[in-house]
């Protein structure tokens, strides 16, 4: 096998990328992460001021972690739970209502083994309304997750999931339909 050596390797990120991400660990690590859980509208404001498009009311727990903001688009109601990783190297939606669990890891990028330069690459991530990925999931690049889906425990998602379905294993696969009963009125 030969050896492949990428210790000379330049960045993909351009200098500005790099700077903007300096700048938004130093606020991260101080303004975001130690402001108190039930601050979300705060949290909303600073990855506004990175350039999310971040529903005022979504949900962004502090234990967060988000590596580009200028990448995430959330909307009304939608929550990154505690932990979550957000790896967005490339944009990722989150619909109105959809939940992202905590421990769950939200992965737009990831290398081309094949290549000898060990290329970068990044897909979009679109997790559609309503939908959940559950307690520990892995979402890959490239992959939407439909419309009330549901991504069950420590599942890997690699390739697109249909909407109204309970999806688990590694890979994930479709189990059920999910159904929404109503609750009784009383």
Known sequence: MPRI??????SPHSLKIKV???LW???????????????????????????AQVSLKARVSPSTVITMPWNLSMGDYATLGPHAICYSVAPVHIGSQATVSQYAHLCTATH??????????????TIEDQAWVCTDA???????IGQGAVIGA???VYRDVPPWKVCGGNP???IKDRTIKERPTT
């Open 5 to 10: 050596d990428i210790s000379n390797k330049p």
């Open 25 to 51: 660990g130093v606020v991260y690590c101080t303004l975001f992460r130690l402001s108190p859980n039930p601050c979300r509208r705060w949290r909303a404001i600073l990855l506004r001021s990175f350039g």
């Open 138 to 144: 892995f979402v890959g690049p490239g992959v939407t």
């Open 112 to 125: 081309d083994y094949e290549d000898v330069n060990f290329t970068l690459y990044a897909k979009p991530i």
């Open 154 to 156: 420590k599942a890997g």
């Open 172 to 174: 994930a696969q479709p």
């Open 20 to 22: 903007l991400r300096v």
